[in-house]
C-alpha cells in the first residue's frame, strides 16, 4: 500500500470504516513508514482529543449548520466534522493551530480548486507556458491579468517549477502555477486577495486531495496536489518563506 492511499484512507481507518483487509493494510503500512506513522499519531491524537471530551461536542445547531453545508461526499461530510471538531479543540486553547474552521465560501473555493487540478491533469491542458525558467514563466503571465504573480522556483528543494496557465477560480481569473514533486503535480492558484478573512490559513482534505490556503503580500494562494499532507505542507511552507 502506497503513502497516498494510506494518507486518503486513515481518516476511514480511525473511523473503523474500512473492510478488514484494508484495515490491515493501512496498519501494515503505517507499522513501518515514519513518515505516515507521524500522521498517524497526530490524526489519532485529535480524534481521541475530540472524543474523550464529550463536553466540547458541537452544539446542535452548529453541527446542523457545518451538515447542512456538507451536500458532497463522505470525505467533505468528514473535512467538515474535522473542522467543526477544530472549532472546539482551538476554543478550548489545545493549541492545534493547523486545523482552522472553513466558512462556507472557503468550501466553495476549495471544491473548485479540487476541480481545476483535475481538470488540469485530465484534459491534458496543464501549461500554457511550459519551462522550468521562472524568468520565463513569470513574464508569460504580463498583460494577461490585472496583476502579477510571484513566481519563485524551489527545485533546489525538490520541488522544480514546471510552467504556469490561466485559470479560473471562484468564477475570476487566477495565475496557476505548476510544480512538479516526482510523479506528482501540484497546482498553485494565486491572485489578489478578496476572500472572506475566515478563510485564511486552510490546512485541508478534498475528495483525496490535499490542499493549503494562505494569504501572503494581498495574494491569495491555493496548493492542491495529490502528494502526500506532509510533503505538500513542506512546499506550502517553503512557498510561504520570504
Ligand atoms: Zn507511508
Known amino acids: 500500500m502506497s503513502c497516498e492511499l494510506v494518507e486518503r484512507d486513515l481518516d476511514a481507518y480511525l473511523d473503523r470504516e474500512l473492510d478488514a483487509e484494508s484495515s490491515a493494510a493501512v496498519r501494515e503500512h503505517v507499522r513501518t513508514c515514519a513518515a505516515c506513522r507521524r500522521q498517524f499519531a497526530q490524526r489519532e491524537a485529535l480524534t481521541r482529543l475530540v472524543r474523550g471530551a464529550p463536553y466540547y461536542s458541537a452544539p446542535d445547531r452548529l453541527r446542523a449548520r457545518v451538515f447542512a453545508q456538507s451536500t458532497r461526499s463522505n470525505s467533505m461530510r468528514r473535512v467538515l466534522t474535522w473542522a467543526a471538531a477544530a472549532v472546539l479543540v482551538l476554543s478550548v486553547g489545545a493549541g492545534m493551530t493547523v486545523w482552522r ?4 465560501r472557503g468550501n466553495v473555493i476549495a471544491n473548485d480548486v479540487v476541480s481545476d487540478h483535475v481538470r488540469s491533469l485530465m484534459a491534458d491542458h496543464l501549461f500554457d507556458v511550459q519551462s522550468t525558467d521562472l524568468h520565463t514563466v513569470k513574464p508569460w503571465f504580463l498583460g494577461k491579468l490585472d496583476f502579477s504573480p510571484p513566481v519563485v522556483d524551489l527545485a ?8 504556469g496557465r490561466l ?3 471562484g468564477g475570476r481569473p487566477v495565475a496557476a502555477l505548476v510544480y512538479q514533486r516526482q510523479k506528482h503535480t501540484i497546482n498553485v492558484f494565486v491572485s489578489p486577495e478578496r476572500d472572506d478573512p475566515s478563510t485564511r490559513d486552510l ?4 475528495r483525496g486531495f490535499n490542499l493549503h490556503h494562505w494569504i501572503h503580500d494581498g495574494m491569495s494562494f491555493w496548493a492542491v496536489s495529490d502528494l502526500n499532507g506532509a510533503e505538500l505542507s513542506e512546499f506550502a511552507s517553503a512557498l510561504q518563506a520570504p
Open 156 to 163: 533546489s528543494i525538490g520541488f522544480p517549477l514546471v510552467g
Open 167 to 169: 485559470d479560473y477560480v
Open 203 to 206: 490546512v485541508l482534505t478534498v
Open 101 to 104: 474552521p472553513a466558512s462556507s
